[in-house]
């Protein structure tokens, strides 16, 4: 599987303004932090930043390689099987977890492969849908679906969201399945209704006029569009949330762990930090190791939960 390494150096993140960077830049040191998704994303975006405020904090380099594949899973199971010496990370989404699901010849175990370190954020996400679909709105669209069971239909590439939505929402609407490329394009032409987009993607396309907003996957609303409601404001019982953490691999020394979480917790609370992960369209939201286990044991129950109650089958 052909890689993409990037020094940080070269990576065009430029926001921040680290004092100690030179030194990181001359450090004979060196950690990799693996993204599993292709360059652009908002996984690859926010996983730079962290990167590069982690190399100025630590003074020594930290290099960013995309191993995109399998929906993040070649990536992972990459950091998985590194050496266990804290030089080699994952920054990954809670999806993997998605993945473990779905995919029976997986055979990668999320919380059993990787140790935790920390998560970072949360990823907002929206519910978009073509300009001329005949609703404006979360609560217009539940009432179509009721009307018309299965008549309107949504991208499925593994994402939870809409699927979520339908069982909370009590409605049926036609899932078709999508591997990527064309999904954004079939929405925008119509071909398909509805789609959930992370808000990094989907909001240059709303402020375009290519897409129009459902509603909104956050704790609270966005300040760049206070009049669509959350989800679950319109949905109390709805779950779905997207976020990021750091992951190393699951034999890495306890000490080891203690101290890459330390640094990263350190760096996470720093306003500057704060700032470039908000403006890139992200929440802030960081989680230490232990909790974050149980967090992502009880988001796992609860994936497990949906896929069943959606009649989904593993493949």
């Not at 190399?55 to 050496?83: F, H």
């Not at 979520?164 to 119509?190: C, F, H, Q």
């Amino acid at each position: 599987m052909p890689t993409r390494r990037i020094f940080l150096q070269q990576s065009g993140v430029s926001a921040l303004a680290f004092p100690a960077i030179a030194k990181a830049q001359t450090s004979k040191r060196q950690m990799t932090l693996v993204v599993p998704y292709p360059p652009g994303g908002s996984n690859d975006v926010i996983g730079r930043v962290v990167a590069q405020g982690l190399a100025a904090q630590l003074g020594e380099s930290v290099v960013v390689e995309n191993r995109a594949g399998a929906n993040g899973t070649i990536g992972a199971q990459y950091v998985a099987q590194a050496p266990a010496d804290g030089r080699t990370l994952l920054y990954s989404q809670g999806n993997l977890l998605i993945n473990q699901e779905f995919m029976m010849k997986n055979g990668f175990k999320v919380l059993e492969s990787l140790a935790p370190v920390a998560r970072t954020c949360f990823i907002p996400s929206i519910i978009s849908a073509s300009v001329n679909f005949p609703a404006n709105n979360l609560r217009e669209l539940i009432e179509l679906a009721k009307k018309s069971p299965g008549k309107y239909s949504f991208v499925y590439y593994g994402d939870l969201g809409i699927t979520a939505l339908t069982s909370a929402a009590k409605i049926e609407l036609l899932r078709i399945p999508y591997k990527g490329g064309s999904a954004v394009t079939d929405v925008i032409a119509g071909t398909v209704d509805l789609m959930t987009n992370s808000f990094t993607a989907g909001l240059p396309l709303v402020r375009g006029g290519k897409l129009k907003i459902m509603a909104v996957n956050a704790e609270s609303r966005l300040a760049e569009f206070p009049e669509v409601p959350t989800i679950k404001e319109v949905l109390p019982g709805y779950l779905e949330v997207d976020y990021q953490g750091i992951f190393a691999p699951k034999n890495t020394p306890r000490t080891e762990l203690a101290a890459l979480e330390e640094q990263v917790l350190k760096l996470l609370a720093k306003p500057e930090m704060k700032q470039a992960i908000s403006e890139r369209n992200a929440v802030p939201n960081p989680m230490p190791s232990k909790e974050l286990v149980v967090f992502m044991t009880e988001d796992r129950a609860r994936i497990s939960k949906t896929i069943a109650g959606a009649g989904i089958q593993a493949e």
